[in-house]
């Protein structure tokens, strides 16, 4: 499956943005679908997973309660809503793909990747 992520952007804490990341080539619902980010100088980060259907969601303690991610499989599209900006929040942010659920925190366990997106917040 190929992974195609819409710009990110520069916010101001406290802002919202939206992600997006396109999906082609098999069939979307067959993969459950992560966000992760990798800020300067730090390690790469599981944020959020998706279901198959949507069902089901798990979020990074950093995040909850602020992020939310979403799907519409009719639209081979998976969402990433960011609420309550922080400074700390800055990173290139992937989308990406996997068959199946286990281990759904672990990067090295997704096999399909989008590019990545730039997200900065200022402070």
């Known amino acids: 499956v190929q992974l195609q992520a819409d710009r990110g952007g520069l916010v101001q804490a406290g802002d919202s943005l939206r992600l997006s990341c396109a999906a082609s080539?098999?069939?979307?619902?067959?993969?459950?679908m992560g966000w992760f980010r990798q800020a300067p100088g730090k390690e790469h980060e599981f944020v959020a997973v998706?279901?198959?259907?949507?069902?089901?969601?798990y979020y990074a303690d950093s995040v909850k309660g602020r992020f939310t991610i979403s799907r519409v499989n009719a639209k081979n599209t998976v969402y990433l809503q960011m609420n309550s900006l922080r400074p700390e929040d800055t990173a290139v942010y992937y989308c990406?793909?996997?068959?199946?659920?286990?281990?759904?925190?672990?990067?090295?366990?997704?096999?399909?990747w989008g590019q990545g997106t730039l997200v900065t917040v200022s402070s």
């Open positions: 998706v279901s198959r259907s949507g069902g089901f969601t």
């Open positions: 080539g098999r069939t979307f619902s067959d993969y459950f």
């Open positions: 990406a793909a996997r068959p199946d659920g286990t281990y759904y925190t672990l990067g090295s366990s997704y096999g399909y």
